[in-house]
């Protein structure tokens, strides 16, 4: 085929990439100097919009999310991705400081003892609601969950659980989207606008929540240095920034709707105030599923 056509589509050339499906039109593929031309044009492309968009996510809420619908997309990373990174990002981030020093991340862990519920109550357990016995096959369910637990202090159903939660959100996020598009109905807009927005504000979130994360895994490797001064600093940055954190994320949701839907301050935090039950009503649900699965298939 002549290289006056592109290689992938056939459609003729008019430039250094195929205006059909933009592959380069670099002679050959199997060629070194190729490999590192992909490379280094994938490597600056994500960068270019990485960072720009990494620094509007971080301090100017719902200001992605307005130039992404006024079809300004290709200066900034898409939603979806920035949020897999991110939440990847934190997530490992998570687990690896969770590994190194478990006291530093605040995470729950599922921990019940054996001599508090030994083996052999759980294989005998009557389960009831009330006056009314379960079906059979609940009891077996609640048995089987039981010796899972007691099995080894909780520490396979903590690690599976650990496991779900990246997955939950997938279920999760759609949900909140879906309460926005019931507090925001008069505006008309369609759902998936909604959706993007709840992408931006959580990709948000796991960045912030990622640079603690980070912040909490450098004072675990300063511990061994034994210098009372830089533990100290380290120590007190850390909390600050742990309440600064708490206060971030109700104050950048609140930004972000205001930005995004544009309605008075008042109007907002009614809005917000509903938006928050259903919030943590959403989240308690999800978490609990991804708690019974981990129990009952771990």
């Known amino acids: 085929m002549s290289h006056s056509c ?11 990439y ?8 670099h002679a050959s593929a199997r060629s070194l100097g190729g490999l590192l031309h992909d490379a280094l044009h994938d490597l600056t492309h994500l960068e270019g919009r990485l960072w720009p968009t990494l620094k509007y996510l971080l ?5 992605l999310t307005l130039e992404y619908f006024a079809g300004r997309r290709a200066r900034y990373a898409p939603p979806f991705r920035l949020y897999l990174v991110l939440s990847v990002a934190f997530f490992a981030v998570s687990s690896f400081v969770d ?3 478990p006291e530093q991340t605040g995470s729950t ?3 019940i003892k054996a001599t508090s519920a030994p083996k052999e109550d759980c294989t005998e357990a009557q389960i009831d609601l009330g006056n009314r016995r379960w079906s059979p096959a609940a009891q077996h369910l609640a048995q089987h969950m039981c010796e899972r637990i007691t099995a080894d202090d909780g520490e396979s159903v903590s690690h599976t659980f650990k496991s ?12 909140v989207a879906a309460v ?21 504000n959580h990709a948000a979130a796991f960045m912030a929540m990622a640079g603690m994360t980070l912040l909490r895994l450098i ?3 300063a511990e061994p240095l034994n210098q009372p001064t830089v533990l100290w600093v380290l120590r007190g940055a850390k909390n600050g920034l742990d309440w600064v954190l708490l206060a971030y994320i109700p104050w950048y949701t609140y930004r972000a709707l205001r930005t995004y839907y544009g309605r008075t301050r008042g109007s907002t935090m009614l809005r917000l105030v509903p938006l928050g039950f259903a919030y943590c009503f959403f989240l308690a649900l999800t978490f609990g599923i991804a708690f019974l699965l981990s129990a009952a298939l771990s």
């Open 180 to 200: 926005l598009a019931l507090l925001y109905r008069r505006q008309k807009r369609y759902y998936v606008e909604h959706l993007v927005f709840v992408l931006h």
């Open 18 to 25: 195929c205006a059909a499906c933009g592959q380069h039109a």
């Open 164 to 175: 779900y939660v990246p997955k939950t959100m997938f279920v999760f996020l759609p949900l």
């Open 59 to 63: 301090v100017r809420p719902g200001f």
């Open 99 to 101: 590994r190194v020093a």
């Open 109 to 111: 862990h599922v921990s």
């Open 219 to 221: 004072t675990v490797a």
């Open 6 to 16: 592109c290689e992938n589509c056939a459609t003729p050339l008019t430039g250094p």
